[in-house]
């Protein structure tokens, strides 16, 4: 294979299916496959019930099947997506949550005003936008209101 493009700089150099046979892909293959066929017994289940009278299992009998196809199409895309990783032609989405000071400033502030992180200033910067401030000063309001609610009191 003389003509194939040399591997990226970041990819791995040996075979990049190899992931596909680890223990917890496995599982997850197994649940797929089992997942499939679960679905498309339960879609023939309905479709018996359906024959035997029962009008609203035919909406039943179509819908599972449908389930199975899109279980399929996400695990191919889930395994695809893998497969772009591993060769380095998309970054890890794992190493990009790492690092949440690379978050873009507005989200950033967002973030800090939910809680989750501190942003770098510690402060909401002065170009932050007025109505964001506002809806984000709503919404800490409405929390602190409903602090407990719907807790039960017991009886007074």
Do not use: C
């Not at 399929?72 to 190493?95: H, S």
């Not at 989750?116 to 401030?133: I, K």
């Amino acid at each position: 294979m003389e003509n194939a493009d040399p591997a990226p700089a970041g990819a791995p150099a040996g075979p990049v299916w190899h992931f596909l046979i680890r223990p917890r892909w496995l599982g997850w293959h197994l649940l797929m496959v089992v997942s499939f066929f679960g679905m498309l017994w339960l879609g023939d289940w309905q479709f018996h019930r359906a024959m035997s009278g029962n009008a609203l299992s035919w909406a039943y009998t179509f819908e599972w099947p449908l389930f199975a196809v899109f279980a399929v199409v996400f695990w191919a895309k889930t395994i695809r997506d893998e497969f772009r990783i591993r060769r380095g032609e998309i970054a890890d989405p794992r190493a990009i949550a790492a690092e949440p000071e690379s978050l873009p400033a507005g989200i950033a502030s967002a973030v800090q005003v939910a809680g989750a992180v501190q942003a770098p200033g510690g402060v909401p910067g002065e170009d932050e936008d007025e109505e964001l401030s506002a809806y984000n000063a709503y919404l800490a309001r409405l929390n602190a209101e409903v602090k407990n609610h719907g807790r039960w009191r017991g009886l007074r």
